[in-house]
Every structure is written in structure tokens, then in C-alpha cells.
């Protein structure tokens, strides 16, 4: 569509067409931000009716604290790790299944299915396979020799975690896979007739060919990977020390600790104000993505668009 | 643009969605600064009780809304953090379950109804009747233990006494606990070990369980008390985990964990209790109260090997306190009040505390129901008279207000994790404590005050 003038639409049906979503965004989104926003300011926990405004006091102490900045890069750490190798494995296992195999559908069907299991039916059967004492991969190591290891402790369940990500790659696979039949098969001929091998057509005309579900694979990636907080809440040890599982160390992310703000410590306020920090953190990050996307994202160009 | 039309203009679209966020955002805010002024529990007589589904049976709520017609009863299961949620909506519960030692912090916040008035009119449910363990109840505006009651428990314990299995003690031929005089938390340690029995690296049979997921912060404090120090300051507004007392009582939370004798949070059990592990005759020790002899009048394979006995001391200074005490609250914004304290009335003073007193579910908090705990069975006879001289030791323990039960379990459990683990010494895990306690206790007293 061409760069219609505004005063083209009418008004009535315009508003009327995207008052479900506007209400919808309102409603739901900016409405709760900005409460959470007013919530920063005060010491409210969350049920007293005894509470105050206290400025941007919540974010003067945000700022010095070492465990929300060690949960931070906890998360980052995190991120940096799960997406590239979320987006590599779905590409890779995309690009296997995209090929003329015997029940290719049987295959495909057999990598999405996990992506489709709820995560704490997912975390629930990771649990009994990582458990230190029973679960079936110790006992597996436990024959060839080595002791057993906890999977669910510090430091081993950061790497657990990322197993649990990993574990629903299918989602990602049929994305890339709809991508990568999307991509002229004349073009890889053209390349292979020119001399070149697999691996640099595969780099340099089917890779830019999918880059704008790569870049989206990635953006989505980033904040979901950020915003993580059901998975380790679910993988810790039920000990039932406390209403929240004692989450190990290595896993404590950022929404970890915003979740025992609220509700271990009772700090609305505060919980509030991490995660309008949060908000902004993750803003930041994906601004960055999509500014990194003109060295590396190639749209092809509808040059019939404006006729 | 410039004239009004039926054509939409970018401004026109932009000014209308400030607007209209501008308004849905102040109607949103203004009720959210008003958190908690409006809605309610349901119809007249609906009374809402949140409160484990066990200690309300179906039989019990038909008798209850016989009784009292026009009352209907919906049944919550007790969860903490729906609690906290229906709180934060002003739609609280009408009447709630929680431990009375722990209740400051509800308190000081002013979650909760005082509840004087109803126990001077009551000819039910008096003040005159209520045992001392209803104190932890109490909120005098600065600390619990005097001042107005805001609860009452339902039943209680000593909940550092120990039972144990007879015939797990004779299979290890280790001599069986004295029903007079209490064992020392180091002997205990060391025959545990001797109790425990490992097999291809799983545990057969645990010595000691702690009941370690339920509380840590009450044992602390007792084992501190028990040599004669206190971990708290005077107003409760700091802890102190680097005295020697402190070190002492955590190092051998350490030594425990490390023996691998019993649960921890490292090594939980799947249900979170000890029961289950302790009926299943693979645990020879537990740490539970007057109350856990309640689970073995029907079971015939057990009842036979099982006694009681006195709260371990680690010092000189013997002291048996209630950890939780649990019972019931009213919070200040319950619709049905009148109505919740009827169903107090008839569940703390009327058939259901006496059958519980009965059953020995744990020490009632009345003083007539006490002559009402059952001694038939031979293994009800050796509780009530363990129990009996245990009181003499009953003790209270510090609640501060400005901290959760839950924060303090956590900030513990993360602090034991690190030494059990070698991360840190026990030292250096107690003065970690000692900080991250006291910010807890500071930012609650910023919270409360």
C-alpha cells in the first residue's frame, strides 16, 4: 500500500474497526503500566491499607542493589546462551527436515510435538529425568561410571534450564521450515551452477533469504528469553520452605526476584519498580536487535508496490 | 485537516487516544489507590473460609449452615499467595487460617479485626477460656504477645517434641528417648546417624527427619534461647546470627545436612512432609508436635511402635515452644464478620474442637477442652503424659512484624544451602545471614511503621 493521505478514511468505520484492540491495549496494557508505574512510587504492599508515596525511592535502591543486578545478568547471561542456540538448533533441525526424506512428516511431526506439551508438563518429566537420586539420566551415567550430579542444583541447573528451552525447539523448526521453502529454489541453482559448494549457498543466498524470520526468531527470542521466570520457578526442588520453591542460585533470573518481591516480601512498590526498569531493559534490547537488523536483514522490495 | 468532517485526521486520532488512555488510566489508577474499598464475599450469609479442605468436611460445613440457617459456607483450600491476592483485591476471605505465632506482620498491617469485642460478649467462645498460646495472637500496635486479640488458635503443640519408631530403634539396638528428660541436640545428631541406614547411595531409612520444609527460623530461635542469648534485639528490629549461640544452633543445621540423616531442602521429599516417610517406616525420628499422634490412631501397623518424646535442648536451658499455633482470623475488610465469628464460635469452641481435642490433633486452646485428649490406646497414654510435663517448659518465641515466616525460611534455607554446599563457612554464612535478615527486617520496618 502506497502512502495514503490520513484524511482518506472515514472515521466512524476506522474506530470502529480498531476499538476491539485499542480497548484491548487500554485495558490490559496501559492501563496495569502505568498502576504499576503510580505502585513505584509508594511502599505498598500489596494489601495494607496503610501505605505512602515515597518518590523514586524504590528506584534509588533498585539501583544499588547487588542481588537484582547479579539476577540481571543472571538473565542476560542466560539469554545470550538460549537464543542463539534456540535459533541454530530450530535451523538446523529445519534445514535437515527440509529435504526429500522417507516420513519426513513423521519426523517433523515427532520434533514439534514437544513444543506443543505445556511447560510444566515439560518441566514436570525433565524433573524426573534430572532428579539426583532417581532420575533416569544419573542412573545412565551411573553405568558407565560417573557420580551422580545435580542436575537440579547449583551450578548444573543454569545448563538445565537451557536443556528445558532447547527442548521445544519444534516450535522454531516449523517456522524456519516454512521459510526455507520459501526460498526460490532457482536462486541455490543459480548459485551451484556458479561453482559454489553447499556451505556458501547455504551462507550466501539461502541464509539472507530467510534473515527477515531469522531477525523474528530473534527478536521473540530475546523477550521471551528475558522475561523467562515459569521454568525455574517449576525446575527447582519443591521443599515448600517457603509459598515460592527455592530456586537455585544460578537460576534466580530477574523475574525471580520481582515474583519474591511481590509476594515472599510482600514489596509491591519495589517489584513495581523493577519491573518498569525491566520494561525499559528489555525496550533497549530489542531496539538494539532491530537496529542491528540493516547490516544483516535483507527484504526483498515489492517493485510493483507503488504502481 | 481543518474542518470537522466525518474523515479521520492523524491529530484528531492521536489527541482521542491520549484521551481516552488518559481516562482509562485515572479511572484505573483512582481505583487502584482504593485498593481493597469495594466488593465483597458474595451474597448476605455467604461466609468464605480459606483453610485447609481436611479441617472442614463437608459434614462439618452441612452441620454448621443446619445450625445456623441463612449462613452459607464456601470452602477455600488455604494457599498463601491466593491469600495475599484476594487481600491485595479488597475481596479477602471472610475468615482465614494462619499460625498465631507469625501473625505480627498480619497484624502491623492492619490486615486484621480485632476481635476483643466479639470474645468479652461471647458466651461461647471466651476470653476467660483461652490458653496462654492464644497471646501470640495478640497486637498491643508496636508487638504481639499483649494488647487485642486479632485470632484464635484452632489447636497447638510443642512442635520441637519428638516421635520416633521403637522398632526402627531396636533394629539399630539403639536405647530408646527418655519420656522425662530431654536428649541434647548433639546426642540426637549422633543417634540418628546410627538410625540412618544407606543403600547403592539412596537412604533406606532416615534417622531424623526436621520437618525441614516447613520451618527453620522457630528452631533457630529456640535453640538460641535454649543457651540463654536472644536473636533478636529488643524492639525486633535486627538479628543477630554471628553470636556464638547463633553459629551454634546454624552449624548444626550444617552438620545434619552434611550427615545426610534426614530431608533438607537439598535433598527434599516429594510431599513435603515427614509423615508419609515416617508411616512408611523409613524414618525413625521426627520433629513434630503433640498433634502427629493423630495420624496413627487407625494405623494398626504402626500405633504399637511409636512413643513421644521431650524437645531436644542445646543448652541449659530447657524450653518447649509452640512454632505456629494454628487457628483463626477475621480480616478487617470480611463483609460478614458477625457471621465469620458464628462460625468461630462453633469451630473453635463447639462438637468440631471438641471431637479435634478428642482425636488428639494436636493441644486445644481452651482451657475445658484440655481434660478431653484421648488416652485409650497405649501410645495415647505415653503422648499425654510426655505432653503433660512438657508444658511446664512451654515458652514463646519473638515474632518480629516486620518479616514474613516465609521471608525468614527463605533468607535461612539460601543461607544453609551455601554452607551445607562449602560455598561458605559457617561463619561467613552467618554473618551473610545477619545481613540479608537485617535488610529484610529494615525495609519491613519501613513497610509497617
Redesign the interface.
Known sequence: MAHRKWSRYPRAPFYLFVSPWVLGFLALTAVPLAYAFVISLTNFDGSSPRWRWVGFRNYVELFGDGSAWAALIRTIAYTALAVPLSVAGSLGLATLLNRRLKAVGLWRTIFFLPSVVPVVATAILWKLVLNRDAGILNTLLGAVGIDRISWLGDPAAFYSLILLTLWGLGGGMVIMLAALQGVPPELEEAAIVDGAGRWRVFRHVTLPMISPVVFFQIATGVIASLQIIVQPLLLAETNNISTIAAVPESTHVYMVQVYEEYFLRNRFGYGSAMLWVFFLVILVFTLLVQRSTRSWVYYEVDGDADR | ?TRS??????R??LA??AV??GG??TG??LS??NA?SSGGSGGKGNLTVMIGVQDLPKEMIADFEKKNPGIKITLLQHD??RL?AM??SGN?PDISVAGAVGSANVNA???ATDLTPYLEKSRVLKKDDLLPVNDSFRWDGSRSGRGAYYGVVKDWSQDATLWYNTALFDRAKVPYLSDTQPTSYDDLLAVAKRLTVKSG??TKVFGLGLE???N?IAPMTMMVLQQGEQLYNDDLTEVDFTTAAARRAFGWYVEFARAGVGPT????L?D?SDQSTFSAKRMAITQDGYWFGGNFVEDTALRDSIRMAPAPVMGDKRISPCYSGQGLWIP?KSKHKDEAWKFMEYYLAGEPAETRAKSGWGLPSLKPLLPKLPQTLPYQKQAYTVAQNELRYAGALPDSPYI?L??W??VI??SL?RAI?NEQTVDAACAALTREANK?LK??K???S
Open positions: 485537516m468532517s466525518g474523515l479521520i485526521s492523524r484528531r486520532l482521542s487516544a481516552a488512555a482509562v488510566a484505573g489508577l487502584a489507590c481493597g498463601a499467595t495475599n487481600l491485595a479477602p498491617r492492619g490486615l547411595g539412596t525441614w520444609a516447613w527453620l531442602s537439598l535433598n527434599p516429594p513435603v478487617a514474613t516465609d521471608a525460611n527463605a534455607d539460601k544451602q554446599k529484610l525495609q519491613g519501613e513497610q509497617v
